[in-house]
């Protein structure tokens, strides 16, 4: 019997199963005050409208068409080279549908007179819809050269 009842002892805690808890379906919702009866406290229904919505509509110049770029050491990147002038709308709209309009009814954005391409030693790229200032001096020398004969076209 007791040679039973060791084996028993054994047995069990070896067989026992693991089981992991889980999360019910549904959470129970309880008052504020815990009590589990009609508490107290209210919310009012009536909500503020919402703040206007700040769009911001940033136009580039774009100046030469998309080409891939080098460096000296031999990186390459694709962009196309810019203006360092931006025109920039600013306007208030209710939601974000009425942004989308305000956007797509917006004036075209107009070339200034005398575009900017080489500003401290550096030119203004569009890589991946994002402006990117790169120092000439990193620059391959025929990219240099590109960047110059474009200054040299554009209106002084």
């Known amino acids: ?48 409208p919402a703040p206007p919505t700040k769009t911001k509509l940033t136009s580039y110049f774009i100046l030469g068409d998309q080409r891939q770029w080098k460096s000296k050491d031999g990186r390459s990147l694709l962009g196309a080279i810019i203006a360092f002038e931006d025109s920039v709308i600013e306007f208030d709209a209710a939601n974000p549908v009425a942004a989308r309009e305000a956007v797509e009814k917006a004036p075209p954005a107009k070339l200034p007179d005398k575009p900017t391409l080489i500003r401290e030693g550096k030119v203004r790229l569009m890589v991946n819809k994002k402006p990117v200032e790169v120092s000439m001096d990193l620059l391959s020398e025929d990219d240099r050269k590109y960047v110059d004969d474009l200054n040299a076209r554009l209106p002084k």
């Open 1 to 48: 019997m007791k040679a039973f009842l060791f084996m028993f002892a054994v047995a069990v805690p070896l067989s026992g199963q693991v089981i992991n808890p889980t999360t019910g379906k549904k959470f129970e919702t309880r008052d504020l005050n815990g009590s589990g009866g009609s508490g107290g406290v209210s919310i009012n229904a009536a909500t503020k």
